[in-house]
């Protein structure tokens, strides 16, 4: 936990979950500078923001811009596509004495309480996802909404500046700030742009891929998941199977199609992704199977009753994530693997595909006690490991 000094006040901030030895920041110098902007405190000759009407924040990744206006006065929403964002918003909202309900958390696929007055925007990684978010706020955007967006310089593109200016109004970028920069752009009267997404290309196996912005491989399936599919069993016989961290859920579908007498659980923390995975699911299997789809920051934390049972499950699927945000980091397949291990049952087994590089097969060993290797080729390992 540190604490973030800003024209707004001082702050204890957390990343959550919480980890040992994390060396990240619940905020960057981009949130110091888009609430510096918001304070009237940059030095630009800009006057504070007023933030007596509706204000939403979007891509708050862990609840630092939230924090921070409630503790200004300011009735806020916050949309974001991940689950996790929202948690450590209300955790960090209760770090600092403020109930969680005085925020408004809005999933990706949700729409805020309009009009707004102002809008708080941090750049994500993937251009898709901010011009999927830019056009699905654009009905709530009058010609006097103050709309800023932030984000350090290297993520911040031409393209990304396009973007505001295409689907918002006429755009202005600020001065580089401890290599953070604001996107200033002022809504004209045009008409909302309709969103491209999602979109719908067809899989392996007759699998119709039904993709959100948000969505890792929106495009085409990458390879790494289709070398997955290729050495998957025809058949676990298995009850119960889990896609953890399913995405577009294109691993989970095919395994209902090899077990068409299982149960499938497809789980994600991003919004978009469960939502993707369920399409997916629907216009390959229609009414056909038995699944759930489910929104968690783990296993064993879902947003939605009932829960997982320890012990309950047979086959448990990832393809992990290595990024955390822009950061390449294992903590997120330390905790699946973890997870996992506690949800099979003696005999389930996890089958995990990853980089040859990431070394999967040394962390699942000290997990499970046991881990082999199914597949392998000059980049990617299919690995099996079995709860004993």
């Known amino acids: 936990m540190e604490n973030l000094s800003v024209p707004q006040g001082e702050f204890s901030l957390a990343r959550f979950p919480l980890r040992k030895n994390d060396t990240l920041r619940a905020w960057d110098a981009a949130d110091e500078y888009l609430l510096s902007q918001v304070a009237g405190a940059t030095g630009d000759g800009d006057a504070p923001l007023a933030l007596d009407g509706s204000v939403l924040v979007v891509n708050d990744g862990c609840g630092a811009l939230a924090t921070a206006l409630v503790g ?4 806020v929403q916050s949309l974001s596509d991940s689950y ?3 948690l450590s918003t209300e955790e960090n909202l209760r770090l600092n004495g403020f109930e969680p309900g005085d925020v408004k958390c809005v999933s990706s696929l949700g729409e805020p309480d309009g009009p707004l007055d102002v809008v708080l925007l941090k750049v994500p990684k993937s251009l898709a996802l901010l011009e999927d978010e830019l056009c699905r706020l654009r009905p709530h955007i009058t010609p006097d909404t103050v709309v800023v967006g932030a984000g350090m310089t290297k993520h911040i ?4 500046i396009e973007l505001f200016e295409r689907i918002i109004g006429p755009t202005r970028t600020s001065l580089a700030v401890k290599k953070a920069r604001l996107i200033v752009a002022t809504p004209d009267d045009r008409s909302p742009t309709p969103s ?3 979109t719908t290309y067809d899989g392996p196996g007759g699998i119709s891929t039904v993709n959100h912005s948000s969505v890792f491989s929106r495009e085409q399936l990458d390879i790494g998941t289709r070398f997955f599919l290729d050495h998957l069993p025809a058949s676990f016989e298995a009850e119960r199977i889990i896609d953890l961290g399913c995405g577009n859920g294109i691993v989970g579908v095919t395994a209902a199609q090899r077990n068409p007498d299982a149960e499938l659980t497809f789980i994600d923390e991003s919004y978009m992704a469960v939502a993707s995975a369920e ?3 629907r216009a390959t299997l229609g009414g056909s199977g038995t699944a759930r789809f489910v929104v968690g920051d783990n296993i064993f934390h879902l947003s939605t009753e009932p829960p997982i049972e320890r012990g309950s499950i047979d086959v448990v699927l990832n393809n992990p994530p290595f990024h955390d945000d822009h950061a390449i980091a294992d903590a997120t397949a330390w905790q699946m693997f973890t997870e996992s291990h506690g949800a099979l049952r003696p005999g389930g087994e996890m089958w995990v595909v990853g980089n040859r590089h990431l070394a999967y097969h040394a962390k699942l060993k000290r997990v499970f006690g046991n881990c082999d290797i199914v597949a392998s080729n000059s980049k990617f390992i299919v690995f099996r490991a079995t709860r004993t």
């Open 196 to 198: 491209p997404w999602p």
């Open 72 to 75: 200004a006065g300011a009735g």
């Open 157 to 160: 593109h031409n393209s990304t």
């Open 84 to 86: 996790l964002a929202h």
């Open 279 to 281: 399409a997916s699911y």
